[in-house]
């Protein structure tokens, strides 16, 4: 009996979980709203905001390439310091050169 019991009330969440994620997508879906800072594939604004997306670019025209992961791990570390524009670039590459050298 408690077996039949706990079986409906498990269906009986099942079926409103089912109606309250229908809901919740349909409301979803009308306050979608698109980003309107996308450039390139890259999500500027999640983190990367335009000087930083601009500075990245000058650091791709630099190298010369995209930077590796070592080199991406130091330009994020700048940013999050509070680096931006021509200071970003200048300890990026003098970094760059230190590490070069170790």
Same mark, same amino acid.
């Given at each position: 009996?408690?077996?039949?019991?706990?079986?409906?009330?498990?269906?009986?969440? &099942? !079926?409103?979980?089912?109606?309250?994620?229908?809901? +919740?997508?349909?409301?979803?879906?009308?306050?979608?709203?698109?980003?309107?800072? !996308?450039?390139?594939? @890259?999500? !500027?604004?999640? +983190?990367?905001?335009?000087?930083?997306?601009?500075?990245?670019?000058?650091?791709?025209?630099?190298? +010369?390439?995209?930077?590796?992961?070592?080199?991406?791990?130091? &330009?994020?570390?700048? !940013?999050?310091? +509070?680096? @931006?524009?021509?200071?970003?670039?200048?300890? &990026?590459?003098?970094?760059?050169?230190?590490?070069? @050298? @170790?």
């Amino acid at each position: 009996m408690e077996l039949v019991i706990s079986a409906v009330i498990a269906g009986v969440f &099942f !079926v409103l979980m089912i109606i309250m994620f229908v809901l +919740g997508y349909k409301e979803a879906l009308k306050a979608k709203v698109e980003d309107p800072f !996308v450039l390139e594939n @890259h999500m !500027v604004g999640e +983190g990367w905001e335009l000087d930083t997306f601009v500075d990245y670019e000058k650091i791709i025209d630099i190298l +010369g390439r995209e930077p590796s992961d070592e080199e991406m791990r130091i &330009f994020m570390d700048l !940013v999050e310091e +509070g680096y @931006h524009g021509e200071i970003l670039l200048k300890k &990026f590459l003098e970094k760059i050169k230190k590490n070069e @050298h @170790h």
